[in-house]
């Protein structure tokens, strides 16, 4: 209670000198069309479509706005990235603040890792009482978008032991040097817990794999170690593994299949 009465006496104090509420700032303009962000970054096994947002500021319109946009930058089209639908122009529909361009990543990982960029830039608003950009800068009027190149075996996978097994999603390889590699989950409906169990492998570069010999942490340590194999099919990507539990009795092998997202 005491702590109540102090806040409301600091409260009347502040009402004095300023008062306990604040004007609210209120954008009267000028009206303009941006990107609501500058930049992103994504490697290209991302395989999901990618949206970039385009937002109106200013009272909604009674008409569609279509804010026309050209593309530059060293990205390769149809190589790198494509355009989902619309090339050239982002409708906001009529009544709405925001529309879209959407971008789809095309992986052609090759393992030379280096960067690409897209540079979209707006051109043109069918509403001339619209500027292009925000300020007399233009901010939002570019936006730079950077893909990432992967190694070839990185991206995201969904592994399956058998055709009745059930899927696990959301398997991630990476790597650094596009030689050895993470996998981010080999427990594939395979043991009663669901967290997933990581490991190291290396690429052997004739569409075969190596897992050494390492320790699980997850597992005690007399039952730790595992080693193991696997292959790549290089048209579908598919990766089989084979890994030995090698402190288990009898050294029993579990085998699964990756596929590509």
Not at 54 to 60: K, N, S, Y
Not at 136 to 165: E, H, M, P, Q, W
Not at 233 to 248: A, G, K
Request: proline share 5%.
């Amino acid at each position: 209670m005491n702590k109540l009465y102090t806040i409301m006496g600091l409260c009347i104090v502040v009402s004095l000198l300023q008062g306990c509420e604040t004007e609210p700032i209120l954008f009267t303009g000028p009206y303009h069309v941006r990107f609501t962000t500058a930049t992103e970054t994504q490697r290209e096994s991302y395989s999901k479509a990618i949206k970039l947002e385009v937002h109106l500021a200013a009272p909604a319109r009674e008409q569609d706005v279509i804010v026309q946009y050209s593309i530059g930058g060293s990205a390769r089209e149809n190589i790198d990235f494509r355009i989902v639908g619309s090339r050239g122009s982002i409708t906001i529909p009529k009544g709405q603040y925001f529309g879209y361009l959407e971008l789809q990543l095309i992986n052609n990982s090759n393992n030379i890792l280096r960067s690409q960029d897209i540079e979209f830039t707006l051109t043109a608003v069918s509403d001339a009482q619209l500027a292009l950009g925000q300020g007399k800068g233009g901010i939002g009027k570019s936006f730079a978008y950077t893909i990432l190149d992967d190694c070839v075996l990185g991206g995201n996978y969904t592994g399956t032991r058998s055709a009745f097994s059930i899927p696990v999603r959301d398997i991630s390889i990476t790597s650094s040097d596009c030689e050895n590699y993470r996998l981010s989950n080999w427990n594939i409906d395979l043991f009663d817990f669901t967290d997933p169990l990581a490991l190291q492998f290396t690429d052997n570069f004739d569409n075969t794999l190596t897992i050494p010999e390492q320790e699980q942490p997850d597992f005690p340590p007399a039952l730790a170690t595992i080693r193991g194999s696997g292959i790549v099919n290089p048209v579908t990507r598919q990766i089989t593994f084979t890994i030995t539990l090698v402190d288990f009795t009898g050294q029993p092998s579990i085998t699964f299949n990756l596929f590509p997202d």
